[in-house]
């Protein structure tokens, strides 16, 4: 059973910054991608930054220059810098892992979330 934790979030400050991580435990063969999704409450759950193992790097066009995502092949683990935090970024933040088996089958994940409130 493949699990994504997430960590990091919490209270920011408008202006501020918060650093989220997110680690993939269990039997994983590869991963192809990963990412962060966020949902406000009663939002639908939108893409805020992806990266994929040969490191190509896609965003939310209202969080360009401002967050920055990295990641980690090796430890399977994937990062999520915010800088210049905005209230409109509070949400719960999901981890998204699109990995493929030992048996070929590509399979997407999600971890339980974690809550970023951004305060003015």
């Known amino acids: 059973q493949v699990q994504l934790v997430e960590s990091g979030g919490g209270l920011g400050q408008a202006g501020g910054s918060l650093r989220l991580s997110c680690a993939a435990s269990?039997?994983?063969?590869?991963?192809?991608?990963m990412g962060w999704y966020r949902q406000a409450p009663g939002e639908q759950r939108e893409l805020v930054a992806s990266?994929?193992?040969?490191?190509?790097?896609n965003y939310r066009d209202s969080v360009k220059g401002r967050f920055t995502i990295s990641g980690d092949n090796a430890k399977k683990m994937v990062y999520l810098e915010m800088n210049n935090l905005k209230p409109e970024d509070t949400a719960v933040y999901y981890c998204?892992?699109?990995?493929?088996?030992?048996?070929?089958?590509?399979?997407?994940?999600w971890g339980q979330g974690t809550q970023v409130t951004v305060s003015s």
């Open positions: 998204y892992a699109r990995r493929t088996t030992s048996y070929g089958v590509t399979t997407n994940d």
């Open positions: 269990g039997t994983v063969f590869r991963i192809n991608l």
């Open positions: 990266i994929t193992s040969g490191g190509t790097t």
